[in-house]
């Protein structure tokens, strides 16, 4: 095997054609790369952690070995394909996500964290030797945190570089990543920042706070909102004569965009929007239109890019400025104000190294306040609660009721009884109020933000069903292998496999025990669960379309897993041996909380238009968009089938009894 050589490495990302130096930090963790060792690169957005990225593939490529390149969104994984086409070949990349496979069979693989865990739970590819996890702080999320932990403790023979610029201190991570592989975990950090920050709040709307920016040569300028809709909506309201580009940067612009076709319905309004040096980005444009906005906005073409939170997952838009449009944001549950991790995320990405002294982060005040407090509102309703509350003291005759609350804080007044209605009226006509699910935040929350560090990556360790079935599938796979499977050997493993992986989390340890109790029972519903499921088949009460996955909590453990798998027919249930149905593709995959669902009406559907190709697969589609956009209206529907079902079961008991 051939180990390629540093000096040429070095030598590479000095050359004249890159105009590179390693900065410290750099050389530090490519050494460590070669060393054989696990490495956790914890430093600032902009200090050149993909280059090390790029150390690590270079080692694969030499070594003709496979390596992954994991990113947490398409967008991201996108971005890295083609970066990385340039830099090592496009027939060395491939690409994989949940919908696009490119050169499935390269020596490095850009995709997203969910393929390689996938991957990860069959344990099955043996030639992976390197894994780079970029956006690593991923690891934390609520609802995708398990595919950053699952690949560390099923690929024993990788070497992971781990990277992110808010990782916060993971020592007992660490530990079970060296327990479990033999190898060190070298942590490399730093703070310094190729280009410093400085930070201002603005009591001013976002279009103000937008042209301010711009007449004080601090453009281009990345506006983050957190929704898609909300990007569109003020990238639209930004063609102004204000920001309106030249005769000569219109030509400039236009001569940049000649090559792409804008032949989709969005496509027209894309054109006149970066035809006026405005961009959008956000994952929901087409990867065309993506890749224009970044390569323009590389090339400092555009003066604003409207966009979400994506700029925080490390998606190349090299910019002067981000300007928060809110401090607050939907967090999967409910709306909240920024963590300290997402705020530095994207904070971060200011300021362009080689361009800029300073990057600049801002954020404004909310846009009701502003509006209230520029035509005087705030005072009025101030002066009219006085008002009420003199009159109040002086004339007990008549009882008027002042508002609990000041307007200033909750904007919403209890009614109050005025002599001058209509001016109240005229005032609160006027007054402006946040919208639904708003949460305040002041230059203070601002202030705090700033000054505040990560927290230490918290463990979100789960398991579905879809795991449950990888990890058997893989274990009887390799059972098969070695012609053992035929007394339950690959049943076995796979148990041990799940307990292995539980016990190498570092989930908390109640949980840790809640898991390992699930994965060890062995008792009662075995052996009968295939009897069981097949008498619900045969009974009116349990028709065969009806999903099985349970809507209570039991459903959170493996064996109801394991039961609604074998119901659902993927696997064999034979006594204490599982079997996954040979007729099973090998990359088969449960992603969503409810994926059963669609397994279990496919056979209905297929009977129910067995004459209409096309209406099945209008049919087929909708459920599956259902599943993946919104699971919840499917799962209430489940669950007042069932309770149908079982108010059913209890009439025809009671009439039997009479």
């Given at each position: 095997?051939?180990?390629?050589?540093?000096?040429?490495?070095?030598?590479?990302?000095?050359?004249?054609?890159?105009?590179?130096?390693?900065?410290?930090?750099?050389?530090?963790?490519?050494?460590?790369?070669?060393?054989?060792?696990?490495?956790?690169?914890?430093?600032?957005?902009?200090?050149?952690?993909?280059?090390?990225?790029?150390?690590?593939?270079?080692?694969?490529?030499?070594?003709?070995?496979?390596?992954?390149?994991?990113?947490?969104?398409?967008?991201?994984?996108?971005?890295?394909?083609?970066?990385?086409?340039?830099?090592?070949?496009?027939?060395?990349?491939?690409?994989?996500?949940?919908?696009?496979?490119?050169?499935?069979?390269?020596?490095?693989?850009?995709?997203?964290?969910?393929?390689?865990?996938?991957?990860?739970?069959?344990?099955?590819?043996?030639?992976?030797?390197?894994?780079?996890?970029?956006?690593?702080?991923?690891?934390?999320?609520?609802?995708?945190?398990?595919?950053?932990?699952?690949?560390?403790?099923?690929?024993?023979?990788?070497?992971?570089?781990?990277?992110?610029?808010?990782?916060?201190?993971?020592?007992?991570?660490?530990?079970?990543?060296?327990?479990?592989?033999?190898?060190?975990?070298?942590?490399?950090?730093?703070?310094?920042?190729?280009?410093?920050?400085?930070?201002?709040?603005?009591?001013?709307?976002?279009?103000?706070?937008?042209?301010?920016?711009?007449?004080?040569?601090?453009?281009?300028?990345?506006?983050?909102?957190?929704?898609?809709?909300?990007?569109?909506?003020?990238?639209?309201?930004?063609?102004?004569?204000?920001?309106?580009?030249?005769?000569?940067?219109?030509?400039?612009?236009?001569?940049?965009?000649?090559?792409?076709?804008?032949?989709?319905?969005?496509?027209?309004?894309?054109?006149?929007?970066?035809?006026?040096?405005?961009?959008?980005?956000?994952?929901?444009?087409?990867?065309?239109?993506?890749?224009?906005?970044?390569?323009?906005?590389?090339?400092?073409?555009?003066?604003?890019?409207?966009?979400?939170?994506?700029?925080?997952?490390?998606?190349?838009?090299?910019?002067?400025?981000?300007?928060?449009?809110?401090?607050?944001?939907?967090?999967?549950?409910?709306?909240?104000?920024?963590?300290?991790?997402?705020?530095?995320?994207?904070?971060?990405?200011?300021?362009?190294?080689?361009?800029?002294?300073?990057?600049?982060?801002?954020?404004?005040?909310?846009?009701?306040?502003?509006?209230?407090?520029?035509?005087g509102l705030i005072e009025k309703l101030k002066e009219e609660i006085k008002e009420i509350r003199r009159r109040g003291r002086r004339r007990r005759r008549r009882r008027e009721t002042a508002p609990r609350e000041t307007v200033d804080k909750c904007w919403k007044l209890q009614e109050v009884a005025i002599e001058k209605p209509k001016q109240k009226a005229s005032i609160w006509r006027r007054a402006r109020t946040p919208g639904p699910n708003f949460v305040r935040w002041t230059q203070k929350t601002f202030e705090e933000l700033t000054e505040s560090s990560p927290a230490a990556l918290e463990s979100q360790f789960q398991l579905s069903q879809?795991?449950?079935?990888?990890?058997?599938?893989?274990?009887?796979?390799?059972?098969?292998?070695?012609?053992?499977?035929?007394?339950?050997?690959?049943?076995?493993?796979?148990?041990?496999?799940?307990?292995?992986?539980?016990?190498?989390?570092?989930?908390?340890?109640?949980?840790?025990?809640?898991?390992?109790?699930?994965?060890?029972?062995?008792?009662?519903?075995?052996?009968?669960?295939?009897?069981?499921?097949?008498?619900?088949?045969?009974?009116?009460?349990?028709?065969?379309?009806?999903?099985?996955?349970?809507?209570?909590?039991?459903?959170?453990?493996?064996?109801?897993?394991?039961?609604?798998?074998?119901?659902?027919?993927?696997?064999?249930?034979?006594?204490?041996?599982?079997?996954?149905?040979?007729?099973?593709?090998?990359?088969?995959?449960?992603?969503?909380?409810?994926?059963?669902?669609?397994?279990?009406?496919?056979?209905?559907?297929?009977?129910?238009?067995?004459?209409?190709?096309?209406?099945?697969?209008?049919?087929?589609?909708?459920?599956?968009?259902?599943?993946?956009?919104?699971?919840?209206?499917?799962?209430?529907?489940?669950?007042?089938?069932?309770?149908?079902?079982?108010?059913?079961?209890?009439?025809?008991?009671?009439?039997?009894?009479?």
């Open positions: 095997m051939v180990r390629p050589s540093l000096e040429i490495l070095f030598s590479n990302v000095r050359s004249r054609e890159r105009g590179l130096e390693l900065y410290d930090a750099q050389r530090e963790a490519i050494e460590q790369i070669f060393d054989d060792v696990h490495v956790v690169l914890n430093t600032p957005t902009g200090s050149g952690k993909s280059l090390v990225a790029m150390a690590m593939l270079f080692r694969a490529v030499a070594e003709e070995a496979r390596a992954y390149y994991t990113c947490p969104v398409k967008a991201l994984v996108s971005e890295k394909f083609f970066a990385l086409c340039r830099d090592f070949g496009s027939e060395l990349i491939g690409m994989a996500t949940g919908d696009v496979s490119i050169n499935s069979q390269a020596s490095i693989i850009c995709c997203t964290a969910e393929v390689l865990a996938n991957v990860a739970l069959r344990g099955a590819n043996h030639d992976l030797q390197y894994a780079v996890m970029d956006e690593f702080h991923f690891f934390a999320d609520k609802g995708r945190g398990y595919a950053w932990e699952v690949p560390l403790f099923r690929l024993p023979q990788v070497t992971f570089l781990l990277m992110s610029a808010t990782m916060g201190r993971n020592e007992a991570l660490n530990a079970n990543l060296e327990r479990f592989t033999g190898r060190e975990v070298s942590v490399v950090t730093s703070t310094e920042r190729p280009v410093p920050l400085d930070w201002s709040y603005l009591f001013k709307n976002v279009r103000e706070a937008i042209f301010e920016l711009v007449a004080d040569g601090r453009a281009p300028i990345y506006v983050v909102s957190f929704t898609q809709d909300a990007a569109a909506t003020l990238a639209q309201s930004l063609i102004t004569k204000e920001l309106a580009p030249s005769e000569e940067q219109k030509h400039t612009l236009s001569e940049a965009m000649k090559s792409t076709d804008f032949d989709t319905p969005y496509g027209p309004s894309l054109r006149a929007l970066l035809l006026n040096g405005i961009g959008l980005h956000h994952a929901g444009l087409i990867p065309k239109y993506r890749l224009l906005v970044e390569q323009m906005a590389q090339s400092g073409l555009l003066t604003c890019i409207c966009g979400t939170d994506t700029l925080g997952v490390g998606v190349n838009v090299p910019i002067r400025s981000v300007l928060f449009t809110q401090l607050c944001k939907y967090n999967g549950e409910s709306t909240a104000l920024l963590s300290a991790r997402d705020f530095h995320q994207i904070a971060g990405r200011a300021g362009r190294k080689g361009f800029d002294e300073a990057g600049s982060v801002v954020a404004v005040a909310p846009a009701h306040e502003v509006y209230n407090q520029k035509h879809g795991h449950v079935l990888s990890v058997l599938q893989g274990a009887q796979e390799r059972a098969d292998g070695r012609a053992t499977s035929v007394d339950g050997t690959s049943a076995w493993h796979g148990r041990e496999e799940l307990r292995e992986l539980i016990e190498l989390s570092v989930c908390s340890e109640e949980k840790k025990q809640h898991w390992q109790e699930q994965a060890s029972r062995r008792d009662e519903p075995f052996s009968m669960r295939g009897e069981v499921a097949e008498k619900r088949r045969q009974t009116d009460l349990w028709p065969d379309y009806i999903c099985c996955t349970p809507m209570d909590d039991t459903a959170k453990t493996v064996e109801s897993y394991i039961s609604a798998l074998g119901v659902a027919g993927l696997v064999e249930l034979h006594g204490d041996e599982i079997r996954v149905d040979s007729t099973l593709q090998r990359d088969f995959l449960l992603m969503e909380d409810v994926s059963l669902f669609l397994v279990d009406v496919l056979p209905l559907f297929q009977w129910r238009y067995s004459t209409d190709p096309r209406r099945l697969a209008r049919a087929i589609l909708q459920v599956v968009e259902a599943l993946c956009e919104g699971p919840v209206a499917v799962m209430r529907a489940q669950a007042r089938h069932f309770s149908r079902l079982r108010y059913a079961a209890a009439s025809h008991c009671v009439l039997r009894s009479l």
